[in-house]
């Protein structure tokens, strides 16, 4: 026995249970990031000495063996337990966010994918006005695109721990640039046509005057690239969204981790007490309404 009345193999044993839960939602949602795995190790660490088990009273809570204020009175760290059924809270609506955003997300990459695919009809029959509008629209339904979810990907945003969302815009991005289409013809690009990314922006750019030299100077060049660059681009949309890839993937994990939590939440809280409700705001709440709608 210890200090404390708890022996050490009941102390082992809580520790024991609670790393299992925390370890099974990690991995649910793809863990070993910062946010998956890592938030729930530092509260449980905290817990080691604590017992799992459960007083036989009730609190005015509603859930048996927790005080009124919510709190699990029989563990060694009460307090730490309820900051981390508040974490899973927060898990729980954040999960739903993410799923509502990543399907949309991946909807939207079919309107990207149409955007590469119209490059596809430019040919040695294309006036350059032609040719310069329809990378203009190219240019825009990639930025309408970027800047609808570029808040969600960037750090703290919803999407920002993600692997399918950073992969999307990464891989489209690497796309653009992608310096060998046209290259049998002497070109490295579309940069070479003008068309490139802004590193900081991370919105694409059409630089016009290059689009007029590059047709001046190898035009059937600048008509092959723009084809090559139609199919691989529109090849790396498709990837991206095909069965079994990232979205599907990601969008799998969130599903069960959503359900791993809907069906042991009432066990979950029983153990370390009922958290504090976790309110979301502004994108964050929005895609919750988007998530609910979508089962409703």
Known sequence: MSIDGTSDAGRDLALRIAT?????????????????SEGFGALLSSLKGGTAAVDSMAGSSGVQGLSPTGRNEALFDPESAYRMMSEINYRNVLYKGQFAELSQMQTSLETVAAAGTALGSVDAGSSDEAIR??????????NTWRA????????GGILADTQAAQVAGYELEQSVENPFNGADLGLRGMPDLGLSIDPVTKQAVLDE??????LQQNREGVVATVQ???GNFVKSAELLTSSNNFFDRQ???????ITYIADNQSSLQQEFGLGDTYQPKGKLAAALAAYERMLA
């Not at 299992?20 to 998956?36: D, R």
């Not at 005057?209 to 590059?214: G, H, N, P, V, Y």
């Open 20 to 36: 299992f839960k925390a370890q099974t939602l990690a991995e649910l949602t793809g863990g070993g990031k910062t946010g998956s």
């Open 251 to 257: 969008l799998d994990n969130l599903s069960r981790a």
């Open 148 to 155: 609808g979810f570029d808040e969600d990907m960037q750090q």
């Open 228 to 230: 090559q660059f139609s």
């Open 133 to 142: 509008q329809k990378l203009a629209q190219f240019v825009s339904d990639y």
């Open 209 to 214: 005057a290059a689009l007029s030299r590059a």
